[in-house]
């Protein structure tokens, strides 16, 4: 499943803790930017949608940037190496804020969502740092490797939201207006970051073989980690988009929801400071399984009451069960492949858990506005139990083909 300069590991994870640190830079500020989205995009879409069901659209933009972003990433990253689609990415990023800017400036919800979409093209980007971190690691180094990167995420979730607080009133009227051309400075001190990541063009032999997708995604283990994931990331998707409108409806103000935006994107990604230890002391299944069970804690929180202390309960538990489960699915996708298999199986995986996620964001506003919030939350239940069974059957699948026969 690996080769040899991976199983090695002292010259090469010296390497890779070097690209650690520079991807969870790249991380930190990234995610700010989509903080920044999250944060904004269902109230400006209120304000410009011909329709309040149509608020969150901006939102779902992103997300189908995220699902249409994930196979060209990949095929980018395997013909010119992944340097080459981190500076497509963070180009996107710094566009995103200059029409998101003009969308405001001009009234133009359609404008609107055209940046939101270019911010989802980022944003899939963004999603192949915590596997650029783990190429060449060693297999011991891996997780920790996914899981420091990842947890970058902690300052964006401090940075974002306080971009927002402190720009979104520096353009009257143009609420928030300010907010997105300080998102595309953002984004291009990320590419700058980025430049300084070692990652070298792929040569042709790194492509030597290697067996057919189908193959690959046909294995149990594969369709346990992509299905996990496709649940994980869209319901805490589905959440996270609806709370910041939810709050306005229920007549919080504004600081109360970049608040618990803020404390929910730390919970999302704090949590990785341990989240690889423990992978490697319990196995990736146990805590993808506590992820999902977490999301579903979260969202039954969010059924108790419309205070703001319910709402930010929510989103924080929601985060914390959203990192376990994802970077555990993350986990278990690396342990399904070979290294000249890597681009193209990685592609696939955030393909499938982002075109899910674009689907169950479009619901989300409909969701809301024809439902509430407490429809919000329920939805979140039968996807979860659906993730437990399968990581249960797959992990006594494995048991029954390990155990010697009698």
Not at 44 to 70: E, K, N
Not at 129 to 147: C, E, H, L, M, N
Not at 190 to 207: G, H, R, T
Not at 254 to 259: A, I, K, M, V
Request: hydrophobic share 55%.
């Amino acid at each position: 499943m690996v080769d040899a300069t991976a199983i090695d590991g002292s010259a090469d994870d010296a390497r890779a803790r070097s690209n650690v640190v520079r991807l969870a830079a790249a991380q930190a500020l990234t995610g700010a930017n989509a903080a920044v989205i999250f944060a904004t995009g269902s109230i400006i879409g209120a304000q410009l949608a011909p329709d309040l069901s149509l608020a969150t659209v901006p939102i779902s933009m992103y997300v189908v940037g995220l699902a249409a972003g994930t196979l060209p990433t990949g095929a980018i990253a395997r013909r010119y190496g992944r340097r080459a689609s981190f500076m497509i990415g963070a180009g996107c990023g710094a566009f995103t804020g200059l029409l998101g800017a003009l969308a405001i400036l001009y009234g133009s919800f359609e404008l609107f969502c055209v940046a939101t979409f270019l911010g989802g093209l980022y944003g899939a980007v963004s999603q192949s740092y915590r596997f650029a971190a783990a190429d060449g690691a060693s297999v011991a180094y891996r997780p920790k490797a996914v899981s420091w990167v990842m947890a970058g995420g902690v300052f964006a979730g401090v940075l974002g939201p306080q971009l927002v607080q402190w720009t979104m009133d520096v353009w009257p009227p143009y609420l928030f207006a300010f907010s997105y051309l300080v998102q595309a400075a953002v984004a291009l001190i990320a590419m700058a970051v980025l430049w300084s990541v070692d990652a070298p063009k792929p040569q042709p032999a790194d492509f030597a073989g290697g067996r057919p997708l189908l193959e690959i995604v046909r294995q149990p283990r594969f369709i346990a980690a992509a299905m996990c994931g496709a649940i994980a990331y869209p319901m805490m998707n589905l959440v996270m988009t609806s709370a910041p409108l939810a709050m306005q409806m229920c007549g919080l103000p504004l600081s109360d929801s970049n608040f618990g935006l803020q404390w929910h994107i730390v919970a999302m990604y704090a949590p990785s400071f341990f989240t690889g230890s423990l992978i490697v002391r319990f196995g990736a299944p146990r805590v993808v399984a506590f992820g999902l069970v977490l999301e579903a804690l979260g969202a039954a929180i969010g059924l108790t009451g419309i205070t703001a202390p319910h709402f930010w309960a929510t989103l924080f538990v929601i985060g914390v069960g959203w990192n376990f489960a994802f970077v555990g699915a993350s986990a278990l996708v690396l342990e399904t492949h070979m290294p000249n298999e890597k681009n193209k199986v990685q592609a696939f995986n955030d393909f499938v858990v982002f075109g899910m996620m674009a689907l169950g964001s479009f619901l989300s506003g409909q969701l809301l506005a024809n439902y509430g919030w407490a429809t919000v939350n329920m939805t979140v239940f039968p996807p979860v139990l659906l993730g437990l069974v399968v990581l249960a059957i797959t992990g006594w699948s494995r048991k029954r083909v390990a155990a010697p026969r009698r």
